[in-house]
């Protein structure tokens, strides 16, 4: 990948050789970390070395008359102005420059613009939000409307208190994983699988691994990302997220890919586990009864904070775990309570965000 900021820019923070090498860089770091563990052999999935970004934020840089994108330089210390970023969607790169100008010579939409945000979809869908430190007026949703006309894009003016939405406030997201078409509605500022690529690679491998026709139970599920694909090999999914927009989000989805055997409840990893072991009864759950609910598969895709105590206890009364990692470290973690009940069978490694340090992980876990 060739940048002018690479080597400034804090986004890409692995800049030295080339992708291969600084992939393989990241394999060793990783493979140190989970020594002593057993470990089968790792799956490697590699990363588009360029325009794999289909959610981006950067910052606006002010500088008398002219405007520019921004973003923390690699000692973290101040912003550098940005042209471009390679990294990011086509759909989101082709836009950035002829917006940036736009934005510059129009006083309404550029005064107290302090940052910007891009969401893209396979489609050439865009979102495109504008954060600012001042109330927006009428004079600004005019302007917005002009410049969202122009595009062919929605956006979302947000300040302190306040959105405003020219067109929506989502998009619908198209990713082929294993041989069918999965159509998601992502909404502005919810969570979504940044590198398009690799998600379809997670999925495709989730459903390559997890057994056919179990009754799974899924924790942390989002917007349905894992979900709603893993219902198809599945006699039935119970699928829990804490967050109220994502399960919405994930009802939606449901619909959108004419899945039916899903029950979405909005419940953290702790309130599941009390009412899988009867101690609260929750209206959430559609007066489900957990009583007998089977404990074959469970799916986990915790934050990077991985798994508590009590969720971890949890999953190693199951058959069988799928967990999807963030976070080496945290999964280490885990793992050295898990491997005491189960065993790996299955690992990959996806490299989500190239030129970095993170690398996302699956692993199967079947009881010993």
């Known amino acids: ?49 360029s325009g794999y970004r289909a959610r981006a934020e950067f910052g606006i840089w002010h500088e008398g008359e002219w405007l520019f994108y921004a973003m923390r330089t690699l000692e973290g210390k101040g912003y550098l102005p940005i042209a471009a970023c390679p990294i990011v969607d086509i759909a989101i790169a082709k836009v950035m420059e002829p917006l940036r100008f736009w934005l510059q010579k129009t006083p309404q939409l550029r005064y107290k613009l302090f940052g910007i945000e891009f969401l893209s979809a396979s489609t050439g869908e865009l979102l495109v939000t504008l954060l600012y430190h001042r109330a927006l007026d009428d004079g600004w949703r005019e302007a917005a409307q002009a410049m969202a006309d122009h595009f062919g894009f929605s956006l979302v003016g947000r300040s302190r208190g306040q959105k405003i939405v020219i067109g929506k406030d989502y998009i619908i997201d198209e990713i082929v994983a294993a041989d069918r078409r999965w159509r998601y509605r992502i909404y502005e500022g919810s969570f979504s699988q940044p590198n398009r690529s690799l998600n379809a690679a997670m999925i495709s491998w989730a459903m390559e691994v997890i057994p056919q026709g179990k009754v799974v139970t899924e924790l942390y599920c989002g917007g349905g990302n894992f979900t709603i694909p893993l219902a198809t090999k599945s006699q039935f999914i119970l699928a829990t997220e804490i967050s109220k927009s994502s399960i919405a989000a994930a009802k939606e989805n449901m619909k959108l890919n004419d899945v039916e055997n899903i029950l979405f409840a909005r419940l953290s990893a702790e309130e ?40 971890r206890s949890l999953a190693a009364s199951f058959e069988t775990i799928l967990y999807i990692s963030c976070s080496p470290e945290s999964l280490r973690r885990d793992l050295e309570a898990l491997l005491n009940t189960h065993r790996p069978s299955q690992w990959a490694l996806f490299d989500q965000f190239p030129y970095t340090n993170h690398i996302e992980s699956g692993v199967m876990l079947v009881r010993r």
Do not use: N, W
């Open 1 to 49: 990948m060739t940048c002018d900021a690479f080597g400034a820019c804090g986004s890409c923070r692995l800049h030295p050789g080339d992708y291969e090498g600084q992939l393989q860089e990241k394999i060793a770091a990783y493979r140190k970390l989970f020594e002593g563990i057993e470990t089968p052999t790792f799956t490697i999935v590699r990363s588009p070395e």
């Open 272 to 311: 599941f586990t009390q009412a899988l072991h009867g101690v609260r009864r929750f209206t959430r759950l559609g007066g489900a009864d957990l009583s007998h609910h089977p404990r074959e598969l469970i799916v986990v895709d915790p934050p990077r904070a991985g798994l508590d105590e009590a969720t």
